[in-house]
């Protein structure tokens, strides 16, 4: 069967968070901070484990959370727009869940890479520009 809804823009979260928890690595200066973004991206990356990220980066920083719900939305406006749906589920990790769009026509494939990829550029994009570590109390 095809799904539409919730499957698709689920997977687009992942790659959101992929693309928050690099830009929060790069941006990071203080140790302990950048060991958050590199726990968060690998977890993320090799297993598609979000809680990391979610618990440690996005719910303590308000904007970072409002930079992922507009990348997820936009992406998931163009998943809308274009009419694409999941075909198949896949094993949920960053390397092996765009595969879940595949089994349609080539066009369904394609728009949900690009979809992928819209949501991980915008949510990188986002957190590199709106990110300001907080500077701790001495």
Do not use: R, W
């Given at each position: 069967?095809?799904?539409?809804?919730?499957?698709?823009?689920?997977?687009?979260?992942?790659?959101?968070?992929?693309?928050?928890?690099?830009?929060?690595?790069?941006?990071?200066?203080?140790?302990?901070?950048?060991?958050?973004?590199?726990t968060?991206?690998?977890?993320?990356?090799?297993?598609?484990?979000?809680?990391?990220?979610?618990?440690?980066?996005?719910?303590?920083?308000?904007?970072?959370?409002?930079?992922?719900?507009?990348?997820?939305?936009?992406?998931?406006?163009?998943?809308?727009?274009?009419?694409?749906?999941?075909?198949?589920?896949?094993?949920?990790?960053y390397?092996?869940?765009?595969?879940?769009?595949?089994?349609?026509?080539?066009?369904?494939?394609?728009?949900?890479?690009?979809?992928?990829?819209?949501?991980?550029?915008?949510?990188?994009?986002g957190?590199?520009?709106?990110?300001?570590?907080?500077?701790?109390?001495?």
């Open positions: 069967g095809e799904e539409y809804m919730y499957l698709p823009m689920n997977f687009l979260f992942h790659y959101a968070i992929l693309g928050i928890s690099l830009a929060y690595l790069i941006k990071s200066k203080s140790g302990d901070q950048k060991t958050l973004g590199a968060c991206f690998t977890s993320q990356f090799f297993g598609g484990v979000s809680e990391p990220a979610m618990y440690g980066i996005i719910f303590p920083n308000k904007i970072i959370l409002a930079v992922n719900c507009i990348a997820c939305a936009l992406a998931s406006l163009y998943l809308g727009i274009t009419k694409t749906c999941i075909n198949n589920f896949g094993v949920g990790t390397m092996t869940e765009f595969m879940a769009f595949m089994g349609g026509s080539k066009t369904n494939s394609i728009n949900g890479i690009i979809s992928c990829a819209i949501a991980f550029v915008a949510a990188f994009i957190t590199f520009l709106l990110y300001k570590e907080k500077e701790e109390a001495k």
